[in-house]
């Protein structure tokens, strides 16, 4: 989950007749727009090793880095 000022993003687990109906319900108060097809990796007591090694042939949507663990969103490169 990551919060801003005016924008609430989080990533759930795929289950797709869930989804659908909590798009749906957002959607009648809220812009929504979402990314299939992406993985979320928590990488606790990382390293700048470990991160290069699990974001190999991967594109990075987002990096969240405290002084412990690192949370990255990330999709297969090959994927558009």
Same mark, same amino acid.
């Given at each position: 989950? +990551? $919060? ?16 659908? $109906? +909590?798009?749906?319900? +957002?959607?009648?108060?809220?812009? /929504?727009?979402? %990314?299939?097809?992406? !993985? +979320?990796?928590?990488? &606790?007591?990382? %390293?700048? !090793?470990?991160?290069? &090694?699990? @974001?190999? $042939? ?5 990096? /969240?880095?405290? &002084? $412990?663990?690192?949370?990255? /969103?990330?999709? %297969?490169? @090959?994927?558009?």
């Amino acid at each position: 989950m +990551l $919060n801003s000022a005016i924008s609430f993003s989080v990533s759930v687990d795929d289950d797709e007749r869930k989804i659908a $109906n +909590l798009i749906s319900d +957002l959607s009648e108060d809220f812009k /929504v727009k979402y %990314n299939k097809e992406m !993985e +979320l990796v928590t990488i &606790r007591y990382y %390293n700048q !090793e470990t991160i290069d &090694r699990v @974001t190999v $042939n991967k594109k990075v949507w987002l990096e /969240v880095k405290s &002084r $412990n663990t690192c949370q990255i /969103v990330m999709k %297969n490169a @090959t994927n558009p």
